[in-house]
């Protein structure tokens, strides 16, 4: 309308847009890894926790082989243990999960606060990471010596 009319702060819509989106990539980055790290905290966490278990349960170990446990019995037991944890840390981070999707409800982007697919990758994520994280205790604990894990103090 006036040609005389100064322009300035010109940018394309592509700019504009990504300037508008700025935010939500920023926070969408942090959130994964902050993601990132809890999956590490917790792998590393149930690990320790089955390494200190399996540590003090070692005269038991020793005693159940002693008595003619099979390695495969050995390994079950251990395993079950980091699996109940599991299932705990699972009901509890789900239920989370839920309250922190409607607070967050506003900032989720082509997806929902209890979108199926997210929630059921994230657990089968999670229960890979807590196999993963038993098998080396569960595969020491094998390999002990019923005699010296009964002088095991």
């Known amino acids: ?9 010109v940018r394309t819509m592509d700019e504009n847009l990504g300037q508008m989106r700025w935010f939500s990539r920023v926070f969408g980055t942090m959130f994964a890894v902050f993601a990132g790290i809890a999956i590490v905290l917790s792998a ?20 159940r082989m002693a008595l003619g446990a099979q390695s495969h019995q050995v390994r ?7 699996l109940v944890h599991l299932a705990f840390g699972l009901v509890f981070g789900l ?3 839920f309250g922190v999707g409607r607070l967050l ?3 989720l982007f082509q997806t929902g606060s209890a ?11 999670l229960v890979t990471v807590a196999i993963g994280a038993c098998l080396w205790p569960a595969w020491q604990a094998t390999r002990l010596n019923p005699v010296v894990a009964l002088r095991y103090e």
């Not at 309308?1 to 702060?9: E, I, K, R, T």
């Not at 079950?76 to 980091?82: C, E, M, S």
């Not at 979108?115 to 994520?125: A, E, F, G, N, R």
């Open 76 to 82: 079950w037991l251990i395993l079950r243990r980091g």
């Open 44 to 63: 590393v966490g149930l690990f320790a926790v089955t390494a200190y278990s399996v540590t003090q349960r070692t005269q038991e170990i020793g005693v």
């Open 115 to 125: 979108d199926p697919v997210t929630l059921v990758s994230i657990t089968v994520l």
């Open 95 to 97: 239920a989370g999960a």
């Open 105 to 107: 409800r506003n900032q």
């Open 1 to 9: 309308m006036d040609p005389d009319l100064p322009l300035n702060n």
